[in-house]
């Protein structure tokens, strides 16, 4: 008798397969090919095709009696060769139609089974009718996206855990020396941990502000806003930092500016984020100038410095979440929420930027209903 071999190891855990889920997965063998439904409607579609082969079969014989054409008794082999033909036919041609159908739609449905596991790397082959390529098409596309949106999310995922680290590290650092004695509980000592509190408070908001723009939920309350006041205001509000930066602050709008259709505190705080970047990317002795004019029926703000320029291969990807240039301390936020903001507004945000000649942004925000530029 032969001894029995070596066993054959378990099937390898895909690594699209759930780490919290058991491998094999419980239910009995694995099972291979298309699953019994399409089975099932391949097996009908030959039954129906044989029984309407059948059928126009001895129509054919009965009308070739009738017409002389098939006698029955001597002439009975010949309808039986017919019939054997027309089934034969109809059965290949079922057979054919039945492979059509049962490989592209077995094949979608191992996918599907993939990617509700995770997997969303699987594709599916463009194959059988016109309508099951475009579907295999539609699942291709969609399966793509799925993996483009998961790489995002790790991307985003880790991106956020980097800037939470550093603000988080400060504060324990010296919130332990001052305990320990290390450090004095003196003013001097515990700013560090105020801006490191306040940094976490405003990457805290800028989160908050990016889910609310994912979700749909970005509420605005919007009314006429007077861009050129809103300006003003914003430069007054960082003129001090400006002064101690050596940096020129100005703002200039053209008369007869039309109000904006906006949410005052929204865009405010874009501005705000603007002329930050302007600010701390903006040399000693450079400028940094932000203009308002009407155009049209949209209202367009600017902000424009005499800093380094953003590198050509960033310049695309400016508006991205967590895109730093060379030398910058901020989280990468603020032009993605600026973004995310103005569109919400139904406005538009450009960047135009030389290294050596300093940066531009151009918003562009509907003016109230009714009121254009003079």
């Known amino acids: 008798m032969r001894s029995p071999g070596p066993a054959r190891p378990p099937w390898r855990r895909p690594p699209w397969w759930p780490r919290d889920q058991p491998w094999p997965p419980p239910g009995g063998r694995r099972r291979f090919g298309p699953p019994p439904f399409v089975w099932r409607i391949g097996c009908l579609l030959v039954v129906i095709t044989a029984v309407v082969a059948i059928t126009l079969s001895v129509a054919l014989l009965v009308v070739g009696a009738l017409l002389g054409i098939v006698r029955f008794g001597s002439g009975l082999h010949q309808g039986a060769i017919v019939l054997i033909a027309v089934v034969a036919i109809a059965a ?10 049962v490989s592209p739609l077995g094949g979608l449905v191992a996918a599907a089974g993939r990617v509700e596991a995770g997997d969303y790397s699987v594709r599916v082959r463009e194959q059988g009718s016109p309508e099951l390529r475009s579907v295999a098409r539609a699942f291709n596309a969609m399966t793509a996206r799925l993996r483009e949106d998961e790489e995002r999310r790790r991307s985003f995922l880790a991106d956020v855990t980097h800037e939470l680290r550093t603000p988080l590290a400060v504060i324990r650092g010296q919130a332990e020396a001052i305990a320990d004695g290390v450090y004095p509980g003196d003013a001097e000592h515990l700013a560090p941990i105020v801006d490191a509190a306040r940094s976490l408070e405003v990457l805290t908001e800028d989160l908050r502000t990016l889910a609310l723009s994912e979700s749909g939920n970005l509420t605005l309350a919007r ?5 050129a006041a809103l300006a003003h205001d914003a430069v007054a509000s960082f003129r001090a930092r400006a002064e101690s930066a050596g940096v020129t602050l100005a703002a200039e709008a053209a008369e007869d500016v039309p109000p904006a259709d906006a949410d005052p505190a929204r865009i405010r705080a874009v501005i705000g984020n603007l002329l930050a970047n302007a600010l701390s990317h903006t040399p000693r002795g450079g400028s940094v100038r932000v203009g308002v004019r009407g155009s049209g029926e949209r209202v367009e703000l600017t902000v424009t410095d005499t800093g380094g320029g953003i590198p050509p291969d960033l310049v695309p990807r400016a508006f991205d979440r967590f895109v730093k240039g060379p030398g910058s301390s901020g989280s990468g936020l603020g032009l993605a929420i600026a973004r995310d903001v103005v ?3 139904g406005g538009t945000i450009e960047l135009e930027s030389e290294v050596g000649s300093g940066t531009t942004v151009r918003i562009e925000l509907p003016a109230q209903d009714g009121v254009a530029a003079s």
């Not at 290949?92 to 159908?101: F, K």
């Not at 009314?223 to 861009?227: G, T, W, Y």
């Open 343 to 345: 569109t919400a507004h």
């Open 223 to 227: 009314e006429p806003v007077d861009l």
């Open 92 to 101: 290949i041609a079922a057979g054919r139609g039945m492979r059509r159908l």
